[in-house]
């Protein structure tokens, strides 16, 4: 089977192809944590609802839960469309998240969990800061170059029938869990 070399369609620069390229995986982990992340606050809300309390924001359990409902539901339209206008939500998420952990660590809340995850063994520390941010920027990134397009369609056109993508969105989402959520508990 002959290979057909991938020519950008007219106006794209083969640097903005590079850059997409580099940044479907990141991408992609950052909307399927947010899905992850949106379930299981709709589980269980009350790790979220004392964080936010900790840091003296308003917290009612079902505005949580609406907040978690949105996540998951932004997480999978970014999964599934690939638009710019998800990628954008899916940005702003990480934007606020950031703040958020930004603006506890300020106020000294916010000891035993973010409640991002849903659990209570979560602890906001600046590796928050620094992943949440990542996350921005790499969705940014991709926001800024281009709309990724529906995750079919990144399958299709990537190496080994999207083998290689897919194992590259696991590892990062993978890794930021376990940054997120186990490496605190090893540093105690």
């Not at 949440?132 to 991709?142: F, N, P, Y």
């Amino acid at each position: 089977m002959r290979r057909v070399p991938f020519v950008p369609r007219a106006g794209v620069r083969w640097s903005s192809v590079v850059c997409v390229d580099a940044l479907a995986g990141p991408f992609l982990a950052a909307a399927v944590l947010l899905v992850a992340a949106g379930g299981s606050k709709l589980v269980d809300p009350l790790p979220l609802v004392r964080a936010l309390r900790s840091a003296r924001l308003p917290a009612p359990a079902g505005a949580v839960r609406a907040f978690a409902g949105a996540e998951v539901v932004l997480g999978l339209v970014a999964l599934t469309t690939g638009s710019r206008a998800a990628s954008a939500g899916v940005a702003l998420s990480y934007a606020a998240f950031t703040g958020f952990v930004l603006l506890a660590r300020h106020r000294g809340g916010v000891l035993a969990s973010c409640g991002c995850f849903g659990k209570t063994d979560t602890p906001p520390t600046s590796t928050h800061v620094v992943v949440s941010t990542a996350a921005l920027a790499g969705v940014a990134g991709v926001v800024a170059v281009r709309p990724l397009g529906p995750v079919p369609d990144l399958l299709a056109g990537s190496p080994l029938g999207g083998l290689a993508l897919v194992v590259a969105t696991v590892a990062v989402a993978a890794t930021a869990y376990l940054v997120l959520a186990v490496l605190p508990l090893v540093r105690a």
